[in-house]
């Protein structure tokens, strides 16, 4: 069917839209092809890379963990260029598919090279074709939506989100059991199969989706309008907060796998392996979205008016509050003690909780305030302050890394330091949300088009 054939603007129903289910099931396959592989890659870089021969050739810890940062950050720093892709030449759905297939032979590098070349040959195909579809799923979800039907649009976003954490969790159990067991080549192929059924499943909605056709040379009049400009300026100051959030989060998959290691393990009868805690994070999220959106949100409102900004402010405060519990556990490593893995995940339940309010609230909110011709831009610079927040705490272990491979901010000061950091954000963040002005941008209907 040629692309005139397909809708371009959704309809005026109040209904939900037919190409949801296969966002949904696109999503839910391809986050687990991602999480799975990213779940395993500090442990796969200190105890299974090997060089060009077969011999082990491991990182140092410290290591390991810039490496992690920095392929992390450039995951989303590519997608301005998966957005220019998609809002000058391709449209979204063409932009995805393509780059779905680098993204399967980004994984195939993985699973069948255990050297630093395969990694970081499998990494860089990775980052390109995660990265450049990020903006576009996330935007192409909002495209399905117009006047009718965008009462919807906050509940679908719950959905997206609850799709990638069930992705994310089952794939945080397997696949470290996978390396575990099985070694790399397993651990790894496994999420790259996931992938190509991702963009199989992708595929299949292909006739049921709005496809929003590319604004070519008029995206940028549109993005250089002063509407378009005053949008990425307001929310480039939101999401230099967000930034920091990124900064401590995403050190789930790198500082906290190392710090598990150094635990007590054993929890109702099951020794967990270091990198599986992390299933923790989007098992929570799965529980946490309903009881946000069912009791505690309709709860608050009945004493005061509940804002996305109000949101985003409460979870940059709790998210300071779970990196003082991994100093307070640092300190009883340093003292020679063997703490339950229980204290971790309490600081997982607060570290989430805090997830919930900032980031499901931010991609929601991100698109409402994004002007139509400019949602998949203002996704990318949403993404771009995941790349940011990355790079804040590569740069940090830069810093701080000996020669030896040993740190200089070391345990409980290396946790005091970040939760610090994100404290003082937060109370930076009250003054900007109390005076943002706020925009909606929801797209236009059939009829109105």
């Excluded at 060089?51 to 720093?77: C, I, K, M, Q, R």
């Excluded at 529980?287 to 709860?299: D, G, K, M, S, T």
């Amino acid at each position: 069917m040629s692309r005139l054939a397909y809708r371009t603007a959704p309809g005026t129903g109040s209904e939900m839209p037919t190409g949801i289910p296969h966002i949904i099931g696109n999503e839910a396959a391809e986050r687990f092809s991602y999480y799975g592989m990213r779940a395993v890659l500090v442990v796969f870089m200190t105890q299974y890379l090997r060089d060009s021969a077969g011999e082990l050739a491991t990182l140092s810890e410290a290591d390991a963990t810039v490496y992690f940062h920095n392929f992390s950050s450039a995951v989303y720093f590519t997608p301005i260029f998966g957005a220019l892709l998609a809002d000058l030449l391709l449209g979204k759905y063409k932009t995805i598919i393509s780059l779905s297939i680098v993204y399967c032979l980004g994984h195939v590098a993985l699973a069948l090279d255990d050297s630093l070349t395969g990694l970081t040959l499998g990494l860089t195909l990775i980052a390109i074709g995660a990265g450049g579809i990020k903006p576009c799923v996330s935007a192409h979800v909002g495209d399905q939506f117009g006047d009718g039907n965008a009462t919807l649009l906050p509940r679908v976003y719950s959905y997206f989100y609850f799709s990638i954490n069930f992705g994310a969790f089952v794939s945080m159990l397997l696949t470290p059991w996978l390396l575990d067991y099985f070694g790399p080549h397993a651990a790894f192929g496994l999420p790259g199969f996931l992938m190509m059924v991702a963009t199989w499943v992708f595929w299949l909605g292909r006739r049921r989706f709005i496809h929003v056709p590319p604004r070519g040379g008029a995206f940028f009049k549109e993005a250089f309008s002063r509407e378009g400009v005053d949008a990425m300026l307001r929310l480039s100051v939101i999401y230099v907060f967000f930034a920091i959030f990124w900064s401590l989060f995403d050190q789930t998959g790198s500082t906290w796998v190392l710090q598990a290691q150094k635990m007590d393990r054993v929890l109702f009868g099951v020794e967990w392996l270091p990198s599986q805690i992390q299933a923790l994070n989007p098992l929570l999220i799965m529980l946490l979205i309903p009881l946000y959106n069912f009791v505690l949100y309709p709860a608050a409102e009945r004493f005061t008016r509940i804002t996305p900004l109000g949101k985003i402010s409460v979870g940059l405060f709790i998210t300071a509050g779970s990196f003082f519990i991994c100093a307070l556990i640092e300190s009883w490593i340093s003292a020679g003690h063997a703490p339950s893995i229980a204290w971790q995940w309490f600081a997982y339940v607060i570290i989430t909780g805090a997830e919930v309010l900032v980031s499901v609230t931010g991609l929601e909110f991100s698109y409402t305030q994004a002007p139509r011709a400019m949602k998949s831009m203002i996704m990318s610079l949403y993404l771009m302050s995941v790349s940011l927040g990355n790079q804040v705490t590569a740069i940090v272990n830069r810093v701080i890394s000996n020669a030896d491979g040993t740190s200089s901010l070391e345990g409980t000061t290396y946790f005091l330091f970040f939760g610090g950091l994100m404290l003082v954000a937060a109370i930076l963040f009250v003054p900007v949300a109390l005076k943002f002005p706020v925009r909606s941008y929801i797209q236009e209907s059939e009829e109105a088009a």
